[in-house]
């Protein structure tokens, strides 16, 4: 047998009762749709999107829009500080000007001078 | 207050046929669709309990709504595109997947077909839900892969990848004997 015919065998098998179409009948029996018929304008045929998505999708959104924020706002105080105090972020470098033998020799000096 | 047997007899009897009108309610159009809408709803939620569910909104939105259809494939079509967004709508709830996960099929089944149909009936239920959907609208409601594009709302290239996939995975889970 091939799987068309195995497929439509097996869901064949699968068939509301009589006891669900009697429930189901009794159901539409007592609803009142004259009653409902005004409330409905649009055939709404598309599947409703869940709350949890649109919950998720604002926390994103949030999320996103604190991350620009921060960023935004450290690179703005950065730029302020460079134009503010440029000599913060200028690394100072200390050179050796004098060697001990240079500062030996100034004292030498110094000394005869007194001498 | 009569029950709807016994409505439905009496009305038979005065009428000569079983189409019964209550309140505007024609339930001669339950009778036609009733199986293949609760057919579908068990394709999509693998759930009798929620099948029925299903087959219960989707007749209150026809009775409320009172659509017009062009013929009857339109209509078919409508009951078809309505099942599968409601069951669709059911499994994006967290709490109902958790609960459909949980359910045990092989009993469920079981109980529905012979051992046989049963086997294949439980292998096209264990396929994901778009192979799932996708099969069953193709081999058993015998839509072209065009009309289960346009009634799923997806392209046909993604409905042929579907079946494809789905063909080959059943193919795996029934042991290769089929062609």
């Not at chain 1, 195995?6 to 009653?35: C, G, P, W």
């Not at chain 2, 009778?31 to 759930?47: G, L, P, S």
Request: net charge negative.
């Amino acid at each position: 047998m091939n799987l068309h015919k195995e497929i439509k065998n097996a869901y064949r098998a699968i068939q509301v009762s009589d006891d669900m179409t009697e429930r189901l009948k009794q159901e539409l029996y007592q609803k009142d749709f004259h009653e409902e018929e005004s409330e409905t304008f649009i055939v709404e045929e598309a599947p409703k999107i869940s709350i949890f998505r649109y919950v998720s999708f604002a926390v994103a959104c949030i999320a996103m829009g604190i991350g620009i924020g921060v960023s935004m706002w450290n690179m703005l105080a950065k730029r302020n500080d460079n134009i503010l105090n440029p000599s913060s972020t200028v690394p100072v470098e200390i050179t050796a000007t004098e060697t001990t033998e240079d500062t030996k020799e100034s004292a030498e000096s110094i000394q005869n001078i007194l001498d | 207050m009569l029950s709807v047997q016994e409505f439905e007899n009496h009305t038979s009897d005065i009428h000569g046929n079983h189409t019964i009108h209550m309140s505007g309610v024609s339930f001669a159009i339950v009778d036609k669709y009733k199986d293949m809408i609760y057919r579908t709803a068990f394709t999509v939620v693998k759930n009798h309990e929620d099948a029925e569910d299903i087959l219960q909104e989707v007749f209150f939105k026809y009775f409320r709504l009172q659509p017009a259809f062009e013929n009857q494939s339109h209509e078919k079509a409508w009951f078809l595109r309505v099942t599968i967004n409601e069951g669709k709508n059911l499994l994006r709830s967290f709490w109902k997947r958790k609960r459909t996960d949980d359910v045990n099929f092989e009993n469920i089944v079981q109980q529905q077909a012979d051992s046989h149909d049963s086997k294949v009936l439980q292998a096209v239920m264990s396929l994901p839900d778009k192979y799932r959907i996708a099969i069953y609208l193709y081999y058993y409601e015998e839509y072209s892969i065009r009309e289960i594009a346009s009634l799923t709302s997806q392209s046909e290239t993604t409905i042929a990848q579907h079946l494809s996939r789905g063909r080959k995975k059943l193919r795996k889970k029934l042991g290769g004997e089929q062609k």
